[in-house]
């Protein structure tokens, strides 16, 4: 079955960086765009990021733009999130998702991972 | 960026009761509009895509309608199950956006 999982998350310093990983499985991985989708506690959904099913094209919220990259690894199914220069309000639970479509990107995301919470606090 | 505006925030219903959500993007973005459920402590799942399709596996009391800047989400007969967050989300243009939720609760 299509699965998922992120990690890497945990209690950050402001300033300091985190990367978090998503390992993607019962899919042709390189054949999906895909995504990260935060959610503060409490809040609403925030898109954070795409990149291209061959790695070559991303987009970044203005929020982490500059701060944030995404990338992947397709020989190794894995979808990453490099967060530099961490703030207060990056504290959420990240999400890895796929696009839905596969011929022609869709904008819209099935499935999801189950998350993974970065704190970032002093 | 494209603002997405849900309405209600909060709403409160019965089993059985038939409900309607909407949403409404400030500019026009044809039929791109996504909605999701999420339980608490979850990730969010998609069950309706390009405004009105339901994504596999998802119950066909889901429905949703809509083009342009004007959408709704309908359940027909809420289940228990149903009580959850529900998030519209435009699919136009990056960056995507989602509207602020609706908590549906129990009456």
């Known amino acids: 079955q299509v699965q998922l999982v992120e990690s890497g998350g945990g209690v950050v310093q402001p300033g300091r960086s985190l990367r978090l990983s998503c390992a993607a499985s019962?899919?042709?991985?390189?054949?999906?765009?895909m995504h990260w989708v935060r959610q503060a506690p409490g809040k609403g959904l925030e898109w954070v990021a795409v990149?291209?099913?061959?790695?070559?094209?991303?987009y970044h919220a203005d929020s982490v733009k500059g701060r944030f990259t995404i990338s992947r690894d397709n020989s190794k199914n894995t979808l990453y999130l490099q967060m530099n220069s961490l703030r207060a309000e990056d504290t959420a639970v990240y999400y890895c998702?796929?696009?839905?479509?596969?011929?022609?990107?869709?904008?819209?995301?099935?499935?999801w991972g189950q998350g993974t919470l970065v704190t970032v606090s002093s | 960026d494209i603002q997405m505006t849900q309405s209600p925030s909060s709403v409160s219903a019965s089993v059985g009761d038939r409900v309607t959500i909407t949403c409404r993007a400030s500019?026009?973005?044809?039929?791109?509009l996504a909605w999701y459920q999420q339980k608490p402590g979850k990730a969010p799942n998609l069950l309706i895509y390009?405004?009105?399709s339901l994504q596999s596996g998802v119950p066909s009391r889901f429905s949703g309608s809509g083009s342009g800047t004007d959408f709704t989400l309908t359940i027909s007969s809420l289940q228990p199950e149903d009580f959850a967050t529900y998030y519209c989300?435009?699919?136009?243009?990056?960056?995507?956006?989602f509207g602020q939720g609706t908590r549906l609760e129990i009456k």
């Open positions: 998702a796929r696009d839905r479509g596969a011929t022609y990107v869709q904008k819209c995301f099935d499935p």
């Open positions: 019962g899919f042709t991985f390189s054949s999906f765009s």
């Open positions: 990149i291209s099913s061959d790695g070559t094209n991303t």
């Open positions: 500019q026009a973005i044809s039929s791109w």
């Open positions: 390009a405004a009105s």
């Open positions: 989300q435009q699919a136009n243009i990056f960056p995507i956006t």
